[in-house]
């Protein structure tokens, strides 16, 4: 719509006056005949024309469903002979006819169904075809500027025959454009027509915005989104527009918004015009993960759906695992105001049983903690937008935990687990900003949350039997917490990226009863996918500052090696005074604790598959020669619901 809309406006939407006529091709799926575009909409046309099957969804002009031109005539030198009656032809091919179905491949079959063989020949009047010697796939887009190099050397090679076959080499030579190697330059007659014909180009602003494809009151709320920004008397500029449009687009109740600029002689500018098709109303979701460390989980949710003239979604997941078991709920609101809004109630019941999915090392069978922890909680939040990029949250919630434990590694299944129950409220403000490009292993992108809260609640532990005291422990507690996160991606190589990490966390969390529950209810820094499936003491404090660097390399197109480090450095490590149970603190940074991680990626289109291995240093569970050094192959997503406090 951008580089399109104000080329067609000056053209009158007429293809044959633009600066250069130009035609392009979609088929029309419904029919099965092609469709040649010769007006209209010049993104338009030029959109359906790529739509590609499987990759670019189709879309409607005219009513039809239209796909990549491609499926029916990929060299359309017949509708150019038909359309322009042109003395000579050149074409460029870079693609061939597909090899006959296989039995075994049901793509190469489908192909067969849906796509004609195409004639790469020009027979309807004198021409040349140039054969550029690539060998990219349709969506390489990485190696696009190559695929442009390739075609234009393939061009000057062929210059000579072209000449030849015109029948004019000195005239031909000395005024064609083609032998003007800076196509920009002024002296170039064709460079200062496109710049004559650009110069005429009207600014895109838009003076009114129309959505189309929904109904009167998803179209109320769709409109009351795009024309954000725009007062009444004013126009809405591009870059407001590229805002509206994207925050519509991401918007979960809304499945596609097809944007195109409709020009107004009259008043110089355009109107807004955008297609939206909302998601369904019900949406059922499966995932997990399944792993050679017995942490595998399922995932099932069902989401409803509904956009009126404010949006509403409904949610309903589960999770079922041996290490991690949970039940959420969630009801949100949208509201499409000039500050837009929106309100969301919540409830979370989860659980993880770190004894169950104990670990083996590379080199020891090691006997975990016996920590199982459970979490109940319910609450409301609600948040704006704050600015372009970021939101910020209030939050309010109230909860009640119960943790079962064993004060030591040595016990039998006779004794009897410590529970400490936790009863209380928590309000918290918070500011986020969120662009990686994905939920597990990002390689692009920058990630912000900043987050305070002030906690209370009253504590009752119920010692077992081995623990240093006898009787039922209360007392109430309360506290604030404040906490940043900030991760950032730089792209080195078209195949080498770095990342950093940084985060600091502080807390004015007193001791519970004991060492064992103050450690379980302090913040963990688990930076990686593995470490989320470890209960680790060490990378465990109420205050800490901690860095990670990264090294990702992408040796194929949906493979890549990443190698990651971290420093967790605690204020003040939290320590177990050994007689009495009690937790303590140790001296003012007097240690420090390194985790390392080395994965190889896959990126499947069922799912992420990975293999790591991860190193911890000075993990307080092991003595020195044990340092655990873990493996983990796993295949899906390593993804819980957030905490109740963190």
Request: hydrophobic share 35%.
């Amino acid at each position: 719509m951008e580089r399109l809309s104000p080329a067609a406006a000056v053209a009158k939407y007429n293809f044959d006056s633009l600066m250069i006529p130009f035609r392009c091709v979609a088929s029309d799926i419904y029919n099965k005949k092609v469709v040649v575009f010769d007006s209209g909409s010049l993104s338009m046309a030029v959109r359906a024309s790529m739509s590609y099957p499987f990759f670019l969804k189709p879309i409607k002009v005219d009513n039809k469903l239209l796909l990549d031109g491609g499926m029916y005539n990929n060299f359309p030198a017949d509708v150019m002979c038909e359309e322009f009656q042109p003395d000579f032809i050149i074409g460029s091919n870079v693609a061939s006819n597909a090899p006959p179905p296989n039995e075994d491949d049901l793509l190469s079959q489908v192909r067969a169904l849906l796509v004609n063989e195409t004639n790469f020949h020009i027979d309807c009047i004198n021409g040349h075809i140039v054969e550029p010697k690539v060998n990219y796939g349709t969506f390489n887009f990485e190696n696009a500027q190559a695929a442009i190099d390739s075609g234009y050397i393939a061009a000057l090679r062929d210059m000579p025959e072209i000449i030849q076959k015109l029948g004019h080499p000195a005239q031909l030579k000395s005024d064609s454009s083609l032998y003007q190697k800076h196509t920009h330059d002024t002296i170039n007659p064709m460079s200062l027509k496109r710049k004559a014909f650009r110069s005429t180009l009207p600014e895109l602003s838009f003076e009114d915005v129309e959505v189309f494809g929904v109904n009167e009151k998803q179209r109320h709320y769709s409109r009351r989104t795009l024309i954000k920004h725009k007062k009444s008397d004013s126009v809405l500029s591009l870059e407001q527009a590229r805002v509206n449009y994207f925050r519509m687009a991401m918007n979960t109740k809304v499945s596609s918004v097809y944007p195109n600029a409709i020009y107004n002689p009259e008043t110089g500018k355009y109107t807004f015009s955008n297609i939206v098709k909302t998601q369904r109303d019900l949406l059922l979701k499966f995932g997990g993960n399944f792993a050679s460390r017995p942490v595998s989980h399922g995932f099932v949710g069902l989401q409803y759906n509904r956009l009126s003239k404010f949006g509403l979604e409904a949610e309903g997941t589960a999770y079922f695992g041996r290490l991690y078991a949970a039940g959420h709920g969630r009801l949100k609101l949208d509201f499409p105001w000039k500050t837009p809004l929106f309100i969301e109630a919540y409830i979370t019941a989860h659980r993880w049983d770190y004894f169950e999915s104990r670990y083996s090392s590379l080199f020891t069978d090691d006997k975990p903690a016996y920590v199982v922890i459970n979490e109940r909680f319910a609450g409301a939040r609600f948040g704006t937008p704050f600015g372009n990029r970021g939101r910020i949250i209030f939050d309010g919630k109230w909860y009640q935990f119960d943790d079962s434990y064993f004060q030591t590694q040595t016990f039998t299944p006779s004794d009897t687990a410590d529970v400490s129950m936790y009863d209380g409220f928590s309000v918290g403000i918070i500011y986020e900003q969120n662009n990686l490009n994905d939920k597990q292993y990002p390689t692009r992108g920058k990630m912000l949350r900043m987050s305070g809260r002030y906690n209370n609640q009253i504590e009752s532990t119920e010692p077992g039997s081995t623990s240093t005291i006898d009787d039922l422990f209360t007392h109430r507690q309360d506290w604030l917490q404040a906490k940043i996160t900030f991760e950032n991606y730089f792209r080195i190589g078209s195949r080498i990226s770095t990342g950093l990490l940084l985060e600091g966390f502080y807390s004015s969390q007193p001791f519970f009863s004991n060492y064992t529950n103050s450690i379980i209810r302090a913040n963990a820094f688990q930076p990686t996918p593995d470490s989320k499936t470890l209960f680790l003491e060490s990378f465990r404090a109420n205050q800490y500052g901690a860095l990670g660097l990264k090294f990702i390399y992408k040796f194929l197109k949906n493979w890549h090696f990443r190698a990651e480090g971290y420093v967790f450095q605690p204020y003040r490590t939290i320590d177990n005074l050994i007689i009495s149970r009690d937790a303590t603190y140790g001296e003012v940074l007097d240690t420090r604790h390194t985790l390392f991680n080395g994965t190889v990626v896959f990126n499947s289109p069922i799912g992420p598959f990975s293999a790591s291995v991860n190193y911890y240093y000075n993990n307080p569970q092991v003595t020195f020669e044990d340092t655990p050094v873990t493996f983990l192959f796993n295949y899906g997503f390593i993804i819980f619901n957030k905490k109740a406090l963190y």
